[in-house]
Nanobody, 124 residues
Framework: QVQLVESGGGLVQPGGSLRLSCVTPGFSLDYNYIGWFRQAPGKEREGLLC????????YTADSVKGRFTISRDNAKNTVYLQMNRLKPENTAVYYC?????????????????WGQGTQVTVSS
């Protein structure tokens, strides 16, 4: 399995921004999508966005559309999650994961390799 490593989490005030990074040492050519997810205490893991490693096309969940964006830098084996206008209810552990699926998906069941997660806390 490919090991993914998230970073960039921390404490941010409501309305602030944060950029998370997901590094995969040597992207496997077998993987087609990288996705971002979050899990708040007591809640199920929620899919947010995904990006194609081949053409850069993206899919964004309605819950974060207009505030969160996903991008990639293949030369750095890194996928980013830019989060703007953060809200307290966005507090969660954020994960990235890789999928073999050939169509866009943010269903956690479709992803096969996961990072350890990075904590994001939105609070004043």
């Amino acid at each position: 399995q490919v090991q993914l490593v998230e970073s960039g989490g921390g404490l941010v005030q409501p309305g602030g921004s944060l950029r998370l990074s997901c590094v995969t040492p040597g992207f496997s050519l077998d993987y087609n999508y990288i996705g971002w997810f979050r899990q708040a205490p007591g809640k199920e893991r929620e899919g947010l966005l995904c990006i194609s490693l081949s053409d850069g096309s993206t899919y964004t969940a309605d819950s974060v559309k207009g505030r969160f964006t996903i991008s990639r830098d293949n030369a750095k084996n890194t996928v980013y999650l830019q989060m703007n206008r953060l809200k307290p209810e966005n507090t969660a552990v954020y994960y990235c994961a890789a999928s073999f699926f050939r169509i866009p998906t943010i269903d956690p069941e479709d992803f096969h390799s996961w990072g350890q997660g990075t904590q994001v806390t939105v609070s004043s």
